[in-house]
Each structure stands twice: as C-alpha cells, then as structure tokens.
C-alpha cells in the first residue's frame, strides 16, 4: 500500500482550529488507493506498524489501528483497548472540531498492530485523560458492585 505518515502538528500549515479540517487537508485530494496515517504528536508509530502497511492491499476505505494508551508513561487499563480510524484514504472525512470521527463508519479494516499514544502531563481541558480516568473508575466500581 502506498501512504504517508502525517503528523498535523508537523505537518499542518498554520495554527490547527478546526481538526476535521485539517485531518481532511492531507486525504481530500489523495490519489485513489493512496492513504494517509496520521500520527499524533504525542504517539509513535513502531516500524512493524509501517512494514506491515506498506505490505496491505487496500480493501477498505480506512483502517482502525489499535492504540496502546498511557498517561504519563504509565498503561491504564481503562483505556484499552482503543482503535482509531488513523490510516485514511480519499472515501473517508472527519467531523468535529475536536475529538473528531470519521464517516462513513463502515466498512473498515482493523489493524491490531499499535500505534502508541503517551498522554503526558495534566489535563488541558475537563474532557481529557483525568475525565476518562475517573469515569473508568467509576465503571470499574459499577462491575465490581454487580458482582
């Protein structure tokens, strides 16, 4: 498979508002069957995710890649597993300013190979990984109650 590995804080001319906007710069004018993997600033993407893409024959419009999560360097199982429509060709968008989601949702692939994402440092804002931590907790609580 043919693709680029973008990152929008690398490559993403100016300052991001709008990341649906930006994500569907790279894509909206790919060539058919070219993609693009968007890594995020604060994630890698190890060389055998990269081997194993530009092995794929493309079958989907976008692939979800699973996503190992830390915060602050530290695996939290609440988190994980997670996939992300992260390896996109020209039949996909986003929508959403923030957080944003790709449509269609289907068809896709699944990529379990993962890329890994290290959420370091406070919360910027009341919907980040403090937010998820503690309604991961409470879930946890909720199960363990139903027992």
């Not at 569907?24 to 190890?46: C, G, H, M, Q, T």
Request: hydrophobic letters at 35%; one cysteine or more; a positive charge.
């Amino acid at each position: 498979m043919k693709f680029t590995v973008v990152d929008l804080g690398r490559d993403y001319p100016g300052r991001i508002s709008d990341f649906a906007d930006a994500r569907n710069s790279f894509i909206k004018n790919l060539p058919d069957r070219e993609y693009v993997l968007f890594v995020d600033s604060d994630e890698e993407a190890p060389k055998m995710l990269l081997d194993y893409v530009g092995t794929l024959k493309p079958q989907f419009p976008y692939y979800w890649v699973r996503r190992i999560e830390l915060v602050n360097n530290k695996y939290v199982p609440v988190f994980n597993p997670n996939y992300n429509g992260k390896l996109c060709s020209n039949k996909v968008r986003f929508i959403g300013r923030v957080h944003e989601i790709i449509t269609p949702r289907e068809p896709h692939g699944v990529i379990d190979i993962p890329i890994i994402h290290n959420h370091s440092g406070p919360a910027s804002y009341s919907g980040g990984a403090q937010s998820m931590l503690k309604l991961g907790l409470l879930k946890v609580r909720e199960v363990v109650r139903g027992w």
